[in-house]
């Protein structure tokens, strides 16, 4: 089976503009949970989907938001861009979405 | 707030030793996860126990929990360079009605050749 990808890998972008990240699950898995990763602040989760539903959510501002799709597929937006967005973006997909997690590589982004 | 803290944040051994990482958390679990991130890159599931099990072990990985005290361990045994990395300890919560997986701020391990 094809592993979790993400896209894009990297991204710059400057404060005040949007970005939009997109994660392909494992095929079969209708789970789909988000983390934010930054130096500081470790691995904090952001949400998840499970069939095209919002489960749960992190404590992350309105300006970060996500979707997910009839195949599962899902995508994360951050508005207003502020400085401290600058992170590794992580997807992971599973069964259930506290059993194991597979993750992507992530997308980093920067923000300048 | 943090539900799992791992112990020591970093730790330097040399190749051949082993690596014993510890994981205490807070709360009721479902079960307990060991993740390993080598830098930058996406985690890796390495074991998971649940909260009937007591030990597990997968190759040099032996994974022991013990719920009265909510702690758990992580014991690599004749670590190798390629071992290198951060490793993370997760758990499966209850958390306003709908199941979660809370990670904590991992430990970071060098193993030196």
């Known amino acids: 089976k094809a592993g979790v990808t993400q896209t894009p890998r990297y991204l710059i972008k400057t404060r005040g503009q949007q970005v939009t990240l997109s994660c392909s699950p494992i095929?079969?898995?209708?789970?789909v949970s988000w983390y934010q990763q930054t130096p500081g602040q470790g691995l904090q989760f952001l949400f998840e989907y499970f069939s095209e539903t919002q489960r749960n959510k992190g404590n992350f501002p309105g300006r970060f938001s996500g979707r997910q799709f009839s195949n599962s597929r899902s995508e994360m937006n951050v508005s207003t861009l502020e400085l401290g967005d600058s992170a590794l973006y992580l997807c992971?997909?599973?069964?259930?979405?506290?059993?194991?997690?597979?993750f992507g590589p992530g997308t980093r982004l920067l923000v300048l | 707030s943090q539900q799992g803290e791992e112990d020591p944040q970093a730790l330097s051994i040399q190749e051949g030793e082993n690596a014993t990482m510890n994981c205490s958390y807070k709360t009721s679990i479902n079960n307990l996860q060991w993740y390993r991130q080598n830098s930058g890159r996406g985690l890796v599931h390495l074991i998971l126990i649940r909260s009937n099990e007591r030990e597990k072990h997968s190759g040099r990985l032996r994974v022991t929990l013990d719920t009265s005290k909510k702690s758990s361990s992580l014991l690599i045994t004749a670590s190798r360079a390629a071992d290198t990395a951060s490793y993370f300890c997760a758990t499966g919560v209850v958390q306003g009605g709908s199941e979660k997986l809370v990670f904590g701020k991992g430990t970071k391990l060098t193993v030196n050749p």
């Open positions: 095929s079969g898995h209708r789970s």
């Open positions: 992971a997909s599973s069964l259930a979405g506290w059993e194991t997690q597979y």
